[in-house]
C-alpha cells in the first residue's frame, strides 16, 4: 500500500511538471530565461521536501524497531523468570513422584510441604496482565492455585503417617496426593515447553535486530 501511495504521487508530480511545461512558450526567450531558474529553484525544493520525507520516515521506522527490541527485550527477562519458577515446580512435584512410588513412612515423616506453598505464592504473585502474550496464563494460574492445593494434601498424608495407629496415610488421601501429584506434573512440562518456545520466538526477534 505505502509503495502504490509513493507511486502514485511521482506519477501526480510528473504529470504535473508535463502539463507546465507545455505552457512554456519555448520560443519567447525572455519568458524562457525568466522562468527556467524559477523551474530549478522549484524542483530543487522539491527534491529537498522529498529528501526530509523520506529521512524523517526512516527515523520513525527506526525508533519503532528500537520500541520493539526494547519490548522484547523486557519481555524475554519477564518469561526467563517463569521460566525459572516452572522449573522449581516442576521439580518440586517431581519429588512428591518419587515419595509416591517408594511410599517410605520416612519420607512422609521429614518432609516438608513449605516448598510447595511457597512456590504457590510466588505464581500468585505474577500479574496475568504482565504475561508476555496471554499464553502462558492459564497455566501460571493452575500451577499457582494445584501447588498450595497439594501442599495442603501432602500435609495431611504427614499427618496421617505420623498417627500412632498408621505408619502411612490413608488410601483416599495417598491417591489424592497421587492423581493431584501427576496431573501437575504434566501441566508443568507441558507450561516448560510452552515457555521454553516462546523465548525462543523472542531471542530470534531480538537477533535480528
Not at 531558474?37 to 524497531?65: D, F, N, T, V
Not at 496431573?183 to 531480538?206: P, R
Request: net charge negative.
Amino acid at each position: 500500500m505505502k509503495r502504490f501511495i509513493k507511486w502514485a504521487l511521482v506519477a501526480v508530480f510528473l504529470d504535473f511538471v508535463i502539463y507546465a511545461l507545455t505552457l512554456v512558450d519555448y520560443h519567447d526567450k525572455e519568458t524562457y530565461t525568466q522562468l527556467f531558474p524559477a523551474w530549478i529553484q522549484a524542483l530543487g525544493s522539491i527534491g529537498a521536501i522529498a529528501y526530509a520525507s523520506r529521512y524523517a520516515m526512516k527515523q520513525m521506522q527506526h525508533e519503532k524497531a528500537l520500541e520493539r527490541q526494547k519490548a522484547a527485550e523486557a519481555d524475554l527477562t519477564k518469561l526467563k523468570s517463569i521460566k525459572w519458577l516452572m522449573v522449581c515446580a516442576y521439580n518440586e512435584t517431581g519429588y512428591t513422584r518419587n515419595v509416591i512410588s517408594r511410599g517410605s513412612e520416612e519420607d512422609y515423616a521429614i518432609a516438608s510441604s513449605d516448598e510447595l506453598k511457597d512456590l504457590g505464592e510466588l505464581f500468585d504473585r505474577i500479574n496475568p496482565f504482565d504475561i508476555p502474550g496471554g499464553d502462558l496464563t492459564l497455566q501460571v494460574i493452575t500451577i499457582g492455585s494445584g501447588l498450595k492445593g497439594l501442599a495442603k494434601v501432602w500435609d495431611r498424608c504427614i499427618e496421617e503417617s505420623s498417627l500412632p495407629s498408621r505408619s502411612k496415610p490413608k488410601p483416599d488421601t495417598f491417591k489424592e496426593l497421587d492423581n493431584g501429584s501427576m496431573a501437575l506434573y504434566q501441566i508443568c512440562g507441558e507450561a516448560m515447553e510452552l515457555v521454553a518456545s516462546d523465548i525462543k520466538k523472542l531471542e530470534q526477534v531480538i537477533g535480528k535486530h
